[in-house]
């Protein structure tokens, strides 16, 4: 059997950078999804075993909270775990430290996953899977110290800020947006002035449905206590006058 925790290595590469010479958020988001899929392909669970069963993993929630990020060039580690797992969610956790000095700890992630059928895409029973063999790899001992997932909760008031129609690049291998093109079409509603006095401290999401190429998604600001930003997403689909949420977020800056 193998470790309950995964560790594989990255590295901060120049065009993965923002002008800070740091790797930035969206990038970041990559690699932890990257490092949750090696996780579970290694232990029998990922998605060369699911999809030929017509399964895939979707992502319900993230929260990234990080203390710096790895500058350019830097090789870093992202170690994953397993928390818990219910009927229809599994928690899984991360941590981001340098690749050659483990006191060096960028940050820390949580985040919440639902297992669908790609037919139906309605939820199915986690702990069945494999025969119950991810219950072996559930670790409750190891510590997440950032602060639980935030609901995110934004007003109706929150006023409309941007609208963007959503683009071949935007869509992934499941046929739906992006997780990550959401938390990267986020931070671009802030201009480059403020990312030279600010930077991300800690970024909640939430998806609530899916949007697909040919959406048009519009996105909603509400300032809160302590230099928060709540920003809810709504889709606009063609030939529907209505719009649908999509995610809410919330963006703590330092």
């Known amino acids: ?7 594989y290595d990255f ?4 065009f993965h950078c923002d002008f800070s010479k740091r790797l930035s958020m969206g990038h970041l988001g990559n690699h932890l999804l990257n490092a949750a899929d090696f996780h579970a392909i290694d232990r029998g669970f990922g998605m060369p075993q699911l999809n030929p069963e017509h399964k895939t993993w979707v ?5 990234v909270e990080m203390e710096e990020m790895p500058p350019e060039y830097t ?8 928390e818990g797992v ?18 060096r700890v960028y940050g820390y992630g949580r985040s919440i996953w639902a297992l669908i059928d790609t037919d139906t895409r309605q939820p199915l029973n986690i702990p069945d899977l494999g ?8 670790d409750t001992e190891r510590v997440c110290p950032i602060a639980s997932l935030s609901r ?3 007003g109706k008031d929150a006023c409309r800020v941007a609208s963007l129609p959503t683009h071949y690049s935007d869509v992934d291998v499941n046929g739906h947006i992006n997780s990550v093109k959401y938390i990267e079409h986020v931070l671009d509603l802030f201009g480059l002035d403020w990312y030279r006095g600010h930077r ?27 230099g928060a930003v709540c920003v809810r997403i709504t889709k606009s689909t063609p030939g529907d006058d209505g719009e649908t949420e999509v995610c809410r977020s919330m963006i703590a800056f330092t």
């Open 75 to 82: 090789k870093f580690s992202v170690e994953t775990w397993i």
């Open 131 to 138: 025969g119950g063999e991810i219950a072996r790899y559930v």
């Open 59 to 63: 992502l319900s929630r993230l929260a």
């Open 11 to 14: 590295m901060a590469e120049p």
């Open 152 to 154: 995110v909760k934004i």
């Open 86 to 103: 219910m009927r229809y969610f599994t928690n899984r956790n991360f941590r981001i430290v340098d690749a050659a000095d483990d006191n």
């Open 200 to 226: 991300v401290r800690r970024f909640d999401i939430a998806y609530v449905a899916e949007s697909h190429y040919g959406d048009t998604l519009n996105f909603y600001r509400e300032d809160v206590a302590d």
């Open 1 to 7: 059997m193998l470790d309950r925790t995964g560790r």
